[in-house]
């Protein structure tokens, strides 16, 4: 759970407060009761304090009890469902799966990396092996942003930094 909050705080916080153009979706796959996704919409996400894994975690915690909250959502569903969500919706080349061996994040073509929309990245332990080669057989590109592995949050952090360097770049 921790893991997920500090990718929620890498996320959302700015100096300035909240980012709204970012839809987090986490994938919950272990006991008590898996899948689940969780989900925060940027755009109708509340102003809430993100400022602490605990403020996070308050929010994990009454989505899961099932308490309303704007822009906070939880269902029923596993990870290649919501990959293939988007597969359907957007260009194959718009979705991105960060690991160590993928192809460095600087060589990617700036138009390539502003235009990207979805962003794949595992915990600690990386996704699922059987997911992993799934992904592979779906031509989803895969991207690295060094040669080790990262915390999640900090390859958060490090790809929005990317993005934002490629969009002053237009």
């Known amino acids: 759970m921790d893991l997920v909050a500090r990718a929620i705080i890498s996320s959302f916080m700015t100096k300035k407060g909240l ?9 919950f796959e272990g006991p008590p009761n898996p899948p689940l996704v969780f989900m925060i919409d940027g755009t109708k996400f509340e102003s ?6 605990k403020d996070v975690g308050e929010i994990i ?3 899961l009890k099932g308490e309303s909250q704007n822009g906070v959502f939880i269902q029923k569903e596993n990870f290649r469902n919501i990959v293939n969500f ?22 990617i073509p700036i138009s390539r990396l502003r235009d990207s929309k979805v962003f794949i990245l595992g915990d600690h332990k ?22 080790i592995s990262y915390l999640s949050s900090h390859s958060i952090t490090i790809v929005l930094e990317e993005i934002f360097r490629a969009q002053e770049n237009l």
């Open 126 to 147: 990386g996704i699922d092996k059987k997911d992993e080669r799934w992904l592979v057989t779906k031509e989803i590109s895969m991207v690295s942003i060094g040669p």
């Open 19 to 27: 980012r709204k153009n970012i839809f987090f979706i986490s994938v």
């Open 61 to 63: 915690l009454k989505a």
């Open 86 to 107: 988007f597969l359907q919706r957007l260009k194959r080349n718009q979705i991105v799966y960060l690991h160590e061996k993928g192809v460095d994040i600087r060589r």
């Open 48 to 53: 809430y304090s993100l400022i602490s894994e």
